[in-house]
């Protein structure tokens, strides 16, 4: 087994881990044995450049396939920390929910620096998201936005059911929507777990929907071919992040 690179060698030499895995999209590697390198230089304005959006989404299935096979990466994050104090060159930005089950940097086995991220429940968006968003995107060079809706999602189970709570009951009339935009063909309830889960699935396509009509900025970036929007849907059960 190999050993983990020393730290004293030039940032140049280390193995980079985005830059990597884009090389094995690019070449359609997609199975390969658990890493024993630690990745601990930061990603640089460079390597980020040099992805397009669709080098950054496939980098993110690959990411999760480890995350599902338990090969993750040996992330270094001492040293990432370190590496990004003078700039931070994310590729994407992400939104999802606040479950605690559905850390998405976890999920795609990314490290410090790799991605911006918002999370609410619900995965819905607003004004405050969409600026986030919007930074990300048209002043740090993001290219990807990515919605992760996911399974037995609780906000979904209680817009459905029309839950009331606090300024909860308005966060859920947002979701709402979603329910008549639903096709389905069975009890149409929050105990229905496949429902629920449609309803996620759809709330996902809404919240892109939303984007696009909601923020000139990156729908215009998003014409121009320079970001790309994507949902995904993780699968609490097998750990799958599936993309829309």
């Known amino acids: 087994m190999s050993k983990p690179l020393p730290p004293e060698l030039p940032r140049r030499t280390l193995l980079k881990r985005t830059a990597a895995v884009s090389v094995l999209a690019m070449t359609g590697i997609t199975g390969f044995s658990t890493p024993t390198v630690t990745f601990s230089a930061a990603i640089s304005r460079e390597q980020r450049d040099q992805m397009t959006p669709n080098d950054i989404i496939e980098s993110f299935k690959q990411g999760n396939m480890r995350f599902r096979e338990g090969k993750i990466l040996q992330h270094d994050y001492i040293a990432q920390k370190l590496a990004s104090r003078g700039g931070q060159y994310p590729t994407a930005v992400i939104l999802s929910c606040i479950d605690s089950r559905v850390p998405a940097e976890i999920l795609l086995d990314l490290g410090i620096g790799e991605t911006f991220n918002c999370r609410v429940a619900g995965n819905i968006q607003n004004d405050d998201i969409l600026g986030s968003m919007e930074f990300a995107c048209g002043v740090a ?5 990515l919605i992760m809706g996911h399974t037995a999602c609780g906000a979904v189970r209680g817009a459905i059911d029309n839950a009331q709570l606090g300024n909860l009951t308005g966060l859920l009339n947002k979701i709402k929507p979603a329910i ?4 389905y063909e069975g009890e149409r309830s929050g105990k229905n777990e496949g429902f629920v889960d449609a309803v ?8 892109i929907s939303h984007i ?3 923020s000139p900025v990156l729908k215009k970036l998003e ?3 320079k970001i790309k929007l994507v949902g995904s849907m993780y699968h609490l059960e097998g750990g799958m ?3 829309l």
Request: aromatic share 4%.
């Open 141 to 145: 060079g993001a290219k990807v936005v």
């Open 200 to 207: 996620a699935r759809s709330n996902v396509e809404m919240t």
């Open 223 to 225: 014409d121009e071919g």
């Open 180 to 183: 008549d935009k639903t096709a």
């Open 241 to 243: 992040v599936e993309f």
């Open 212 to 214: 696009r009509q909601n």
